[in-house]
């Protein structure tokens, strides 16, 4: 009897862990916008950067804390804010860029992934359309800001990125870039 409490319990801690981590593996739209990334940065001559689990995880969080909880024009909160409606210390990320630090610090509190992240964020209007890699690509491309950060150019022209973690849900998109390698 004893033996199958335990051969029990296994299972649950097993079937537990596995639901943990399949709950953030990359989706086939994750992973084909990570290879259009990794593609639009090779035909720049840019290094391909790796998909990270860790911080493929903090994308779809923040993704879904977005479509969820963030009502655009409601305050002076940016996308990259983070709302009160999870584990994770909220952040309003306003245009100047004050509360950045709350926000590169995600990836460490949310994933315990060790180096700042860095986001880039796209959103459909109204937010249930969905989102997908070509549009959220494009969407990037066009903006200076955005395609700075995607093909370290200014001030992201000395840093190296060694990790990628990418969200899709329905309206939104979100890419973390990382200094550290997650293996």
Known sequence: ???????????????????????????NDEIELCR??????KSLNLPEIPLSNKLTKVAKIHCKDLYDN?????????EHS????GIWTPVCYTPDHK?????????????NYLSPGYEIEHNHSPKDNLCNPICALNGWKNSAGHNSVMTNQGKWKNIKFKALGVGIYKGYACVWFGELEDK
Do not use: H, T
Not at 70 to 78: A, D, L, W
Not at 99 to 111: D, F, L, V, Y
């Open 99 to 111: 509360q950045a630090s709350g926000m590169w610090n995600k990836p460490k509190e949310i994933a």
């Open 36 to 41: 259009m990334i990794n593609e639009y940065r």
């Open 82 to 85: 983070w709302s009160d409606k």
């Open 70 to 78: 963030f009502v655009r024009g409601s305050s002076e909160c940016n």
């Open 1 to 27: 009897m004893k033996a199958i409490k335990i051969g029990c319990l296994l299972i649950l801690v097993i079937v537990f862990a596995s639901f943990q981590v399949d709950e953030y593996k990359a989706s």
